[in-house]
């Protein structure tokens, strides 16, 4: 499966924005995406995952309640709506897939990945 992410750009503070991930080659019900993000001088950290029967969604501490991760498998597409942003929130963010991730909120788990997109919250 190739993953294409975009939707990224510059927000105020409180502000939102939705990034999507677009899924070519394989059906995106076929897997179970994550969003991950990364800062400057910093590791990927997960955000957000949506498993591949779309039955459950998992979520970092910090965006719990600001951010939704959703999909529309009739368009191959998953989706993550940010709202109430943060300047913390900052960070290129990554759509990664895998078939079945053993720790859905670490990196090496997911064999698929997009190019970045990236989002800047400004105070």
């Known amino acids: 499966v190739q993953l294409q992410a975009s939707g990224g750009g510059l927000v105020q503070a409180g502000g939102s924005l939705r990034l999507s991930c677009a899924a070519s080659?394989?059906?995106?019900?076929?897997?179970?995406v994550a969003w991950f993000r990364q800062a400057p001088g910093k590791e990927h950290e997960f955000v957000a995952a949506?498993?591949?029967?779309?039955?459950?969604?998992y979520y970092e501490d910090s965006v719990k309640g600001r951010f939704t991760i959703s999909r529309d498998s009739a368009k191959n597409m998953v989706y993550l709506q940010m709202n109430v942003l943060k300047p913390e929130d900052t960070a290129v963010y990554y759509c990664?897939?895998?078939?079945?991730?053993?720790?859905?909120?670490?990196?090496?788990?997911?064999?698929?990945w997009g190019q970045g997109t990236l989002v800047t919250v400004s105070s």
């Open positions: 990664a897939a895998d078939e079945r991730p053993g720790r859905v909120g670490v990196p090496h788990e997911y064999d698929y």
């Open positions: 080659g394989r059906t995106v019900s076929d897997y179970a």
């Open positions: 949506i498993s591949w029967s779309g039955d459950s969604t």
